[in-house]
């Protein structure tokens, strides 16, 4: 089994900077991506941030220049970085972790259980 455990989430005001971290436990052999998911009430889930195992980066049109997403690879560690929070930005944000299990090189896809995040204006 792989868990996540996410932190970092609270209440901010708008112009403020939270950071999300991401840890995943179990008997994994290597990740090959870590993400950011967020879930606003009534819209769909949407991909905020993405990195692969070579580091390369992806971010939503929304959040490019103000998120920034990275890794810990010793750590099995994700981290979001939001900067300038927006009233928008308040989500459910969710981790994401792909990868490949030690136990019979079995692949997995794991999720945590979110962490709110909530902008004031």
């Known amino acids: 089994q792989v868990q996540l455990v996410e932190s970092g989430g609270g209440l901010v005001q708008a112009g403020g900077s939270l950071r999300l971290s991401c840890a995943a436990s179990?008997?994994?052999?290597?990740?090959?991506?870590m993400n950011w998911y967020r879930q606003a009430p009534g819209k769909q889930r949407e991909l905020v941030a993405a990195?692969?195992?070579?580091?390369?980066?992806n971010y939503a049109d929304s959040v490019k220049g103000r998120f920034t997403i990275s890794r810990d690879n010793a750590k099995n560690t994700a981290y979001l970085q939001m900067n300038s929070l927006r009233p928008e930005d308040t989500a459910v944000y969710y981790c994401?972790?792909?990868?490949?299990?030690?136990?019979?090189?079995?692949?997995?896809?794991?999720w945590g259980r979110g962490t709110q995040v909530t902008v004031s204006s």
């Open positions: 994401n972790v792909r990868g490949i299990m030690e136990v019979r090189a079995t692949s997995f896809n794991s």
């Open positions: 179990g008997n994994i052999f290597g990740i090959n991506a």
């Open positions: 990195i692969t195992s070579g580091g390369s980066t």
